[in-house]
């Protein structure tokens, strides 16, 4: 049975911590797998803190959701956001500078996203960005483990 937590932050980096610590309660309660959780984290944290970067123009405060889904079979990580239109899963991987040449800046960020996540998805429903990451991995086992 999915377990499904919501938490809204600001779109102040200083937020991410409650990301972070929000996904560390559910994987100690629902037994999410070390690794799957170590990726979860990075991923999240990345996507998130390019939704507080790049979403908003107006340097005014914002608000956005974060819907993190436990199931049986894997976790999902859903961001919804009221900022400019932006689909990650299109944007073009980084590229290898010429020699003598500065790296062009950004892609790295989304590039780690797709190494770390099993799927990556966007939308855009009724003028909000609708990303969703998704990690499938044995959730319950962590648990089932210490209590042997």
Same mark, same amino acid.
């Given at each position: 049975?999915? =377990?499904?937590?919501?938490? #809204? @932050?600001?779109?102040d980096v200083s937020?991410? %911590?409650? /990301? #972070?610590?929000?996904?560390? =309660?559910?994987? $100690?309660?629902f037994?999410?797998?070390? #690794?799957a959780?170590?990726?979860?984290?990075?991923a999240?944290d990345e996507?998130?803190s390019? %939704? @507080?970067?790049?979403?908003?123009d107006?340097?005014?405060? =914002?608000e956005f959701?974060?819907?993190? @889904?436990?199931?049986?079979?894997?976790v999902?990580?859903?961001?919804?956001?009221d900022g400019?239109e932006?689909d990650?899963v299109?944007?073009?991987?980084?590229?290898?500078?010429?020699?003598g040449? #500065?790296?062009?800046? !950004?892609?790295? !960020? @989304?590039h /780690?996203?797709k190494?770390?996540?099993d799927?990556?998805?966007?939308? $855009?429903?009724? !003028? $909000?960005? =609708?990303?969703?990451?998704?990690?499938?991995?044995?959730?319950?086992t962590?648990?089932?483990r210490?209590?042997?």
């Open positions: 049975m999915p =377990h499904a937590v919501d938490v #809204r @932050i600001r779109n937020d991410i %911590v409650i /990301l #972070r610590d929000t996904l560390d =309660h559910l994987a $100690r309660e037994g999410i797998p070390q #690794r959780l170590t990726q979860l984290q990075v999240l996507v998130a390019n %939704v @507080i970067k790049y979403s908003w107006d340097g005014g405060p =914002h959701l974060v819907r993190i @889904i436990v199931q049986p079979d894997r999902d990580l859903e961001l919804f956001d400019r932006f990650p299109t944007a073009l991987p980084p590229t290898q500078p010429a020699a040449q #500065r790296p062009r800046p !950004g892609g790295l !960020g @989304i /780690l996203i190494q770390l996540v799927r990556f998805a966007y939308e $855009r429903i009724d !003028g $909000r960005n =609708h990303t969703t990451l998704s990690k499938t991995c044995e959730v319950g962590a648990v089932q210490s209590e042997e």
